[in-house]
């Protein structure tokens, strides 16, 4: 086999991960699964986040925002970043704020899901950057981490281990 093989086999794996992981937080929303409070805010907002971020990345795919205006590209860029604007005070309600998600979720759980969504962010860029791969690995340990809180809340030390995988990987 080829390199070109090989990188087209890649590829489609990476697709058909990409789209699992899709396809779980879609059902996730729609059937809202049992994630006890306080953790299920998180969980939707951090969801829906991810599904704005994949009609983002269709959008690049498609080079959609090449035929936007300057002052729609402006518009679309504050909708990407609106959980985190200080100047509408978004930031103070934001779980990337370490500050509150620690006030909603605990002092360590807090902490972790904080990283994690802070994590997921940076699908803004890899979405315009088309790094596919990045936003697959992102969708994959949110699904991980979300199916740990469906079964029972898990211990700090399962999600942080969970994500100090993820980083070490």
């Not at 309600?93 to 802070?118: D, H, I, R, W």
Request: glycine share 2%; with cysteine; net charge negative.
């Amino acid at each position: 086999m080829g390199n070109k093989e090989l990188c087209n086999e890649e590829i489609e794996m990476l697709s058909e991960r990409y789209t699992m992981a899709m396809e779980r937080i879609a059902f996730f929303l729609k059937e809202q699964t049992e994630v006890p409070e306080p953790y299920r805010d998180y969980f939707v907002r951090t969801a829906e986040f991810i599904q704005e971020m994949d009609a983002w990345k269709k959008d690049v795919e498609d080079k959609v925002w090449q035929e936007k205006s300057f002052d729609e590209l402006k518009s679309l860029n504050r909708s990407l970043y609106r959980d985190i604007l200080t100047e509408e005070g978004a930031y103070e309600k934001s779980y990337a704020n370490p500050s509150y998600a620690v006030k909603m979720l605990g002092q360590e759980m807090g902490q972790l899901l904080c990283f994690l969504y802070t994590e997921i962010r940076g699908d803004i860029i890899y979405a315009a950057e088309q790094r596919f791969s990045d936003m697959t690995i992102h969708a994959e340990l949110f699904v991980q981490i979300l199916c740990m809180f469906e079964d029972e809340i898990p211990s700090v030390k399962e999600v942080r281990d969970t994500l100090y995988y993820f980083v070490s990987d």
